[in-house]
């Protein structure tokens, strides 16, 4: 028997997303204690300052073995997978796609890595180009969050970038 004449494929169900509370006050509302900021972009600033200092203390443990990834590269990449993350989340939850548009998140970071792979050799027993390449894909996370619109995650995560 088949079920499928009675389910309409283009209708889409609107499932809340259960990360963040659907409260006008969390998204809309600027508030002055905050610097001015929303709720959720204090809680993303809160994200990324804790990958930025996780990845810090990852790099001070390499650093003590004499390593090629330190402080900066591994605060890169942290930062990096954060806004990724971030982005996947939250950068395309309004549309008017009926597909998931957060599959183009899912392959930025595989094919800029790809490239950033190409920047990393090895000179006289020296590893050069490892930070940069860091460099290349987080530029690819932010501009991936001003493509979904997500501005401010942006913004502060070059000011992380630019602080390490």
Known sequence: MNHTKDIDATKVPNVPNVLFPDDWRYRGHRWPQLLFL???????????????????????????????????????VSLGACIFTIGSIYAFEVGTQTWDSSRVAAALP????????????????????????CGV????????????????????????????
């Open 110 to 133: 595989s094919g800029v890595g790809f490239l950033g792979g190409a920047l990393i050799f090895k000179d006289s027993g020296q590893i050069k180009g490892l930070t940069t390449a």
């Open 38 to 76: 929303t709720r959720q972009e204090t809680e993303f600033a809160r994200r990324m300052i804790v990958s930025l200092l996780v990845g810090a203390l990852l790099g001070l443990e390499r650093r003590e073995s004499n390593r090629g990834a330190g402080v900066r590269t591994m605060s890169l």
């Open 137 to 164: 894909w987080l530029a690819c996370a932010v501009g991936m969050c001003c493509g979904g619109g997500m501005y401010f995650v942006a913004v502060f995560g070059v000011a992380g970038v630019v602080s390490v």
